[in-house]
């Protein structure tokens, strides 16, 4: 693959060090869908590393971009809260979604994005939930199934033809361990990324064509979440995600509202992360060679390589807080109600506290030492499971195939919350 910087991201590097810097608005979605976004960051670091935006489609907000100051927002849950969303809303698009579900009689979704929008003590009552199926002992109990699911996928690729990566095995294996995490019925669980995707875009990219379709796939999943939850919670309790919150005593009161939120995080959280750090590891595997050669010289480099990939993919680029009082970040005074955004992806590439942040290092002194999961009451609940699942299908992959080429450069997400890859064309050359 051609890893020369292109040209375009040269001019894309003097755009963003000569405008002003009041003109900067690092949440820009066409920088992340062209991969041109890292010098916006780089000079915020360095000029402004608590920057202000007044004006954008996501409206005002902050920028924290230095790895201290987001550890130092992502640890006060008190003074940043997440009750009013995690993302940057992008006002347009909730306003033309408002009216078109009006338009087809239904109400606009508010407040479904589950316990990652609550606050203390809701929070924990809900996260406490559901964490026993993601924990260590679960995850564990879990890998054999993925291990063999894993397996099954790499052994029906294509040798020797180009195929997307994205779709045959990065949705795939994800779809599969959500299907095991939720007892999702296994024959369906393409419906799980599916559902994934209507949720995360909007009309026009990935599958959603308008907003209509949007709704009724989304009326589709919360509907098929209910007879679910009706079917488990007259069963025996058991492990799976699903029977955790019917037989929890405080869960499983829950509102339909509150069920139908939870649903989507724990099937937006455990989908386009883990599919895009996926087809990350492949992508930069493939840009950084030497790195590839140690892996296949060295298998058991495989755990500090999925670390490393999960810090320089940041598969969710930020996470974003509203501030309950007038209060100091850096050298700033963020005021009461202001929009705080943290980006894990300039802080995994934080100079002063990564060596060499922008290259892929598989064998890194402390590869767990990076942001991408958060920090604090939020801290991802599903990172283990995601650590296996990636993991798993490397060391799968290191039995079968030599090497996976990728050809041509990927087509990257509309989005500047989920950093990822819409698709990716690869080969797997047929042994000599
Ligand atoms: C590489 C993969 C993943 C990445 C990079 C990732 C990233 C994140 C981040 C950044 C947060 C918010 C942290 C904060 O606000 O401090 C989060 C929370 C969460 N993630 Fe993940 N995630 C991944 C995989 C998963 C998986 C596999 C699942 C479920 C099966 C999952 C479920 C969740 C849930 C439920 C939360 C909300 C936690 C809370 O609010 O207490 N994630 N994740």
Not at 57 to 79: C, K, P, Q
Not at 404 to 420: D, K, L, N
Request: with cysteine; aromatic share 8%; charged share 25%.
């Amino acid at each position: 693959m051609n890893i020369a910087v292109k040209p375009s991201l040269a001019l894309e590097r003097d755009e963003a060090f000569a405008l002003p810097l009041a003109e900067l608005n690092p949440a820009r979605t066409d920088r992340f869908q062209n991969d041109t976004i890292w010098p916006v960051f780089e000079r915020l670091r360095r000029e402004d590393p608590v920057h202000f935006t007044a004006y954008s489609d996501f409206g005002a907000y902050w920028s924290v971009t230095r790895w201290d100051d987001i550890m130092a927002v992502d640890t006060n849950h008190i003074d940043f809260s997440s009750a009013e969303g995690i993302a940057l809303p992008n006002r347009r698009a909730l306003a033309e979604e408002e009216a078109a579900l009006r338009a087809i009689g239904q109400e606009p979704r508010r407040g479904r994005a589950g316990f990652i929008t609550m606050d203390e003590p809701e929070h924990s009552v809900h996260r406490n939930a559901v964490s026993p199926t993601l924990a260590p002992t679960n995850v564990a109990n879990m890998s054999p199934i993925v291990r063999e699911r894993a397996g099954k996928i790499l052994d029906s690729l294509p040798i020797g033809t180009p195929f997307d990566w994205v779709n045959l095995v990065s949705k795939e294996l994800t779809a599969m361990t959500l299907a095991t995490l939720f007892d999702f019925p296994f024959e369906e669980r393409q419906k799980l990324p599916y559902w994934s995707d209507m949720v995360t875009n909007m009309p026009g990219h990935g599958a959603v064509k308008s907003w209509q379709h949007k709704a009724e796939a989304l009326s589709e999943c919360f509907q098929t979440f209910e007879e679910l939850w009706n079917a488990r919670i007259h069963a025996e309790p058991g492990i799976d995600l699903i029977s955790m919150l019917t037989h929890h005593p405080e869960t499983r009161a829950m509102s339909q509202e509150q069920y139908r939120g939870t649903v989507i995080l724990l099937i937006v959280g455990g989908n386009d992360t883990t599919r895009n750090t996926i087809s990350g590891s492949v992508y930069a595997l493939n840009k950084f060679p030497e790195q590839y050669d140690k892996l296949r010289a060295n298998p058991g480099l495989v755990s500090g390589m999925v670390s490393e990939t999960i810090r320089w993919q940041t598969p969710i680029a930020h996470m974003r807080r509203v501030a309950t009082r007038d209060i100091e970040i850096g050298s700033k005074t963020v005021k009461k109600g202001d929009l705080v955004v943290m980006w894990y992806i300039s802080g995994n590439r934080d100079e002063t506290v990564i060596d060499n942040p922008n290259a892929y290092v598989i064998d890194r002194a402390r590869p767990r030492h990076h942001m991408s999961f958060g920090f604090g009451v939020h801290r991802c609940v599903g990172n283990r499971v995601a650590e296996m699942q990636l993991t798993i299908i490397w060391e799968e992959i290191l039995k079968r195939f030599p090497r996976i080429e990728v050809v041509g450069e990927p087509v990257r997400t509309y989005s500047s919350f989920v950093h990822g890859f819409e698709s990716m064309q690869v080969v797997i050359p047929a042994k000599a």
